[in-house]
């Protein structure tokens, strides 16, 4: 009885380390996970093509230089000076005669600064043209005092500062003027400036059939800001 109870205790002893030997097998046996697979994507490759055309270095357009195409600032103001110091004239026509009176600068800087005065008269006509004033000069040249300012303010002719009469000997000073077509009488001054700054007027004068006609122009006096 204690053989086969031996055995007995044996067998299941045995059975029992079977058991717990198939229970760890299978507890450490390695777990498989399956992972989904990703298609893959194929991208379209880049092809590589060569061009035939050629390729043209294009040179840059060079810039106009400023110096072309706008004056400087300093070019500018003495163009601009030079407008006001170029010569002035005026013309006058009365009839067929034609009254022109110029100064060579239209500024003077100040005085005492002289300014060249002509007076030219011209017959455009095509028959003789005969001016007379007997007791005076037919034709004159006058630079009054204050002109234009005097004139607005009282509506009488200020007093002359100088006249081209005056500087003539007596016997001189023409008192009839006879021009044939195409013909011209000139007459000059230099005229000296006494004031520092302001407008000056100068009066051409012919008398015609007892009647006055007179040619005006101005030039400026003073400092230039160049």
Partial sequence: MNARLVLQRVLVLALLMMLILVACTSGTAPVQTSIPTIPSTRLPSATMTSSTT????????????????????????????????????????VGEVDLELSVDTGWIISGPESVTIQFVITNNGTETEVSEKADGPVIDIVVPSGYSDRLAQTGTPPPVVKRWSDLQPRDQIPHRL?????????????????????????????????QYFPCTISFTVGPIIR
């Fill in 54 to 93: 050629p390729i043209v270095a294009v040179s840059p357009t060079p810039l106009a230089s400023s110096a072309t195409q706008t004056l400087s600032f300093s070019e500018a103001r003495e163009t601009e000076v030079s407008g006001l110091l170029a010569p002035k004239k005026s013309i006058c026509p």
């Fill in 178 to 210: 006879e021009l044939k077509p195409g013909e011209s009488h000139r007459i000059q001054m230099v005229y000296t400036s006494q004031i520092y700054a302001g407008s000056e007027t100068v009066k051409g004068i012919l008398w015609r059939n007892t």
